[in-house]
């Protein structure tokens, strides 16, 4: 079991530039989420799904898109990247339910100069 | 929207020193809350989850507690060890999972 991995670990970009960051999970859960770290801020919900096929705004959704075509991948996407894109963004899966665990990514470090 | 505070936000305690760490939350309509440990440069490690229908959860050297009429969580780690050093998040679960900032652990050998 792989849990919950994120390709690629590092990426700088230019302003302007666009780019796939993909998560994947083998543990067949329902839910998947995306996230961003800023220091003093904690983490803040992107974008989730709750199934294949359905993807949610969270809380700071501007600048980026996902997808969820297949149920063990969800693609976030910045279509014209920003330097206050600059961010480790984090993916987390569980399944569905009211009381059970996140297990989350090892994170992917983007900078945008 | 869910708010979600911890403090303090960084602590710093001589090795097998028992410490409590504090999390907060202003909307008691929650399923669980869960805590996280993060180790500089990684991901988060999911450490306990109590369900909003339970007070406590143990494991180890780990107690979390759970009031939800008061809106607070507590995690209480026993004998503290430099292994323990990293940053404990909470986050209140309802739909979404609204996390707290987190508290900067130090244990000094």
């Known amino acids: 079991n792989a849990g919950v991995t994120q390709t690629p670990k590092f990426r700088v970009l230019k302003t302007g530039q666009s780019m796939t960051l993909l998560c994947a999970q083998d543990?067949?859960?329902?839910?998947m989420y995306w996230y961003r770290q800023d220091p003093g801020m904690g983490l803040r919900l992107i974008h989730y799904s709750v199934g294949e096929g359905t993807t949610a705004k969270g809380e700071v959704p501007d600048g980026y898109n996902v997808s969820r075509l297949k149920k063990q991948n969800f693609l976030l996407g910045l279509e014209s990247a920003a330097p206050s894109q600059t961010s480790v963004y984090f993916c987390?899966?569980?399944?569905?339910?009211?009381?059970?665990?996140?297990?989350f990514g090892p994170g992917t470090r983007l900078t945008v100069t | 929207k869910q708010e979600v505070t911890q403090i303090p936000a960084a602590l710093s305690v001589p090795e097998g020193e028992n410490l409590v760490l504090n999390c907060s939350f202003t909307?008691?309509?929650?399923?669980?809350l869960q805590w996280f440990r993060q180790d500089p440069g990684k991901g988060l490690t999911s450490l306990l989850l109590i369900q909003s229908s339970q007070r406590e959860q143990t494991s180890g050297r780990l107690n979390a507690s759970l009031d939800k009429s008061s809106g607070r969580s507590t995690l209480y780690i026993a004998a503290s060890q430099p292994g323990d050093s990293a940053t404990y998040l909470c986050a209140a679960t309802g739909n979404q999972f609204y996390f707290g900032t987190g508290t900067s652990l130090t244990v000094i050998p």
């Open positions: 909307d008691s309509a929650i399923y669980n």
């Open positions: 543990m067949n859960h329902e839910y």
């Open positions: 987390a899966s569980r399944s569905a339910g009211a009381g059970v665990e996140q297990y």
